[in-house]
């Protein structure tokens, strides 16, 4: 026999949990934290774990189930999936939105506009609430049975909510990976060897169509539903915009950057305005689709073979256009690496006009052979730099010759070297190359290190031009009436200037050696190297064995950590910081542990000490602890009953370990 208050613990259980994941997943609103929300799936399980009777197909703990052994069964759908036409601009547009007002004798219709977003189409069944059936598109009128696999998408309801549940409904949307899910999967194929996608509608379309649900669980697939195919039992509202604002309440994810828009020049307005703000959302669109608002005016107008004639797909530009390359320029960077980059005849790719391209380095440069002259495509996806993805070589003119790269510094005449296997050429100046010089103290001054206000790149150029400052020390040395000699620089400027730079002077250690630019010494790596050599002195008279012994220092870094002290010039700038009375907030001290500078998650019931202990402890051996995790995470420590938060970490492939390790890193004094 079950106790009663079991039972109406669970079903309560599972009603909070599902509130919690709508308010999280459709309202993007969560109420709780990761921790809260752990203890009751925690409960929930525990309570399943004994009482397996009480456990149930839409349990929110059910997500995923055994393989897939025979393939996929083939469904089909009670109304076909239809596909959508396209337009190709303005003209197009007019002539669509031409045909709807003529079928419908209507003035100005009213159209919805919604992203059209690069995953899968998706179908999904639910019956009494409860997801009985999820299917790919196929051809439109067959799919395959993905039901095990759509289980796992954790923003797909198990159950839908609310008390005004149809007694059928399929709906139906597009399963699709978010940028970040997919540069995280990415990286972790690449870590195990695997490819890597090309596009997140193959990540997508690839994790769906897995054999084995736990494998799928581990992919961050998300949803978002756009329409209805079969439904029964249930009001229906009038427009696509109170339809999906009712599926949004039976707690299904629908984008929150439809629209409701007036005619073609409403529908221009928020192709223009996405398209915009295309680089700044967190999943991939390829262009909004435009649909009659009116249910009933979309019935009317109908199908022809494939495609409704009330919606149609407007797409962005291609991100991928030809152009001429004009020149190739070879510009200088804070460690002296020439990198190469093409001036390209300005071509507008994805909205945005280009006119260069980085071509990495000389030694990609030589093994593409891209000249002076060339036709080529250039792409720009995201927000990264634009690159050439390939020459047209039967457009390449008779003239063209192949780059020859400089063995001189374009910016101060040094000699260059070729360093890490060839790859990477650099200018052997030093700080005696203005280019490197001007990067330098930008760095310095820039906010994550000295955080100097007032230091922008104009101002950097005119001090090194002009001789005024040579080292990052001479900042210190400026005076306003240096400073007012400049262009675009009064009196008052140069005044809050020198009282910025003098206030810059108070520093902390890890900012202090990031901004001194060693190689290979980060925001990450100065921290660490602050906490285990406490002092600056104490790190500059470290040899490369002992730097070997703070985690994540290799040898390459030890290496390059001990050249920048030891190197003369580098001396010299130090001595005259200190001169210049910088001063360094003492550290407190660490002793180096195994946890040192990672970055810990706890989940689940400890048993051997309470968690804020834990958190203390791991803290007191230089260990961040957050609370929710992330692909910075480094482990996730599992506890009893862990939550989601294992879920997360396997998806994200972040290692996951128990209390044994805990105690072991634990063992070590703080
Ligand atoms: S409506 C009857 N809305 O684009 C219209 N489709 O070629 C059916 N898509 O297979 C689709 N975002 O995978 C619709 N907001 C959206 C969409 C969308 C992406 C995809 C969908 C469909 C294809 C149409």
């Not at 337009?87 to 004798?105: I, T």
């Not at 009064?490 to 810059?504: F, M, T, W, Y």
């Not at 050696?513 to 790596?525: D, N, R």
């Not at 961040?624 to 998806?651: F, H, L, M, N, Q």
């Amino acid at each position: 026999m079950i106790p009663k208050t079991v039972r109406e613990r669970v079903e309560a259980l599972r009603q909070q949990i599902r509130e919690h994941n709508y308010l999280y997943y459709v309202l993007d609103n969560p109420e709780i934290t990761d921790a809260e929300y752990d203890a009751l799936f925690a409960e929930l399980a525990a309570l399943e774990h004994e009482y397996p009777q009480l456990v149930t197909a839409d349990s929110p703990t059910q997500r995923v189930g055994e393989p897939v052994t025979d393939g996929f069964r083939p469904v089909r759908h009670g109304q076909p999936m239809l596909s959508l036409s396209n337009v190709f601009g303005e003209d197009d547009l007019a002539d669509f939105d031409r045909r709807v007002r003529e079928r419908l004798s209507a003035g100005v219709v009213t159209y919805i506009g919604e992203p059209k977003l690069d995953g899968l189409a998706i179908s999904i069944l639910y019956e009494e609430g409860v997801l009985k059936q999820a299917a790919t598109r196929g051809d439109g009128t067959v799919g395959e049975d993905v039901t095990a696999n759509v289980r796992t998408v954790r923003g797909c309801p198990l159950r839908l909510r609310g008390s005004d549940v149809p007694a059928r409904l399929e709906v139906r949307g597009e399963i699709y990976i978010p940028k970040a899910g997919l540069k995280a999967l990415n990286a972790r194929q690449l870590a195990a060897q695997g490819r890597p996608f090309a596009n997140p509608r193959n990540a997508a379309a690839g994790s769906l169509r897995q054999q084995n649900p736990a494998v799928t669980a581990q992919r961050p697939l998300s949803l978002f539903c756009y329409a209805i195919g079969e439904f029964a039992g249930g009001g229906m509202p009038d427009t696509q915009d109170g339809l999906l604002d009712f599926l949004k309440d039976l707690g299904l994810p629908v984008n929150p950057e439809r629209r409701v828009v007036e005619g073609v020049a409403g529908c221009l307005a928020y192709h223009a305005d996405l398209q915009r703000r295309r680089d700044s959302l967190p999943y991939d669109i390829d262009g909004v689709v435009y649909k009659v608002n009116s249910l009933r005016d979309q019935v009317r107008l109908g199908a022809v073979s494939r495609s409704p004639r009330w919606a149609v797909a407007h797409k962005f530009p291609p991100e991928e256009m030809p152009t001429r390359v004009e020149a190739i320029e070879v510009q200088v960077g804070r460690t002296g690496a020439l990198t190469p980059v093409a001036v390209l005849r300005p071509v507008a790719v994805g909205g945005v006009v280009v006119s260069h391209a980085t071509l990495h380095n000389a030694f990609e440069l030589a093994r593409r052979d891209i000249r002076v002259g060339d036709t080529v495509h250039v792409r720009r996806a995201g927000d990264v730099i634009p690159e050439i993805t390939g020459v047209r070589l039967s457009e390449r003119p008779a003239s063209a010759v192949p780059f020859v790269f400089p063995d001189h510094c374009p910016v101060c005449g040094s000699p260059v070297v070729r360093a890490e296997g060839g790859m990477i050429t650099r200018c052997a100046g030093g700080l005696f190359c203005d280019a490197q010089r001007k990067q330098t103290v930008r760095h310095f001054a820039s906010r994550r290190a000295l955080d100097i206000e007032g230091i922008g790149e104009k101002l950097v150029d005119q001090l090194v031009d002009t001789g005024l400052v040579r080292t990052v020390a001479d900042l210190y040395r400026l005076s306003v009436e240096d400073l007012e000699t400049l262009e675009r620089m009064g009196r008052r400027s140069a005044q809050k200037l020198v009282e910025a730079i003098r206030a810059s002077r108070q520093t902390t250690l890890p900012k202090l050696l990031y901004g001194l630019g060693i190689p290979e010494v980060g925001e990450a790596t100065a921290q660490m190297l602050s906490r285990h050599f406490c002092t600056l002195g104490a790190l500059m008279a470290a040899d490369e064995e002992t730097l070997m012994k703070v985690p994540d220092i290799g040898p390459v870094a030890a290496h390059a950590i001990r050249t920048f002290f030891t190197e003369p010039h580098n001396e010299k700038v130090l001595a005259a910081l200190k001169a210049a009375g910088l001063e360094i907030a003492p550290m407190e001290a660490v002793v180096p542990s195994a946890v040192a500078g990672k970055t810990i998650v706890l989940t689940g019931s400890l048993r051997g000490l309470t968690r804020a202990d834990a958190q203390a402890a791991l803290r007191a051996r230089g260990a961040k602890v957050t609370e929710s995790v992330s692909a910075r995470t480094d482990y996730v420590v599992a506890g009893d009953d862990p939550g989601s938060k294992i879920e997360r970490a396997r998806a994200l492939g972040v290692p996951v370990v128990g209390e044994e390790q805990l105690q072991e890193w634990l063992r070590e004094p703080a």
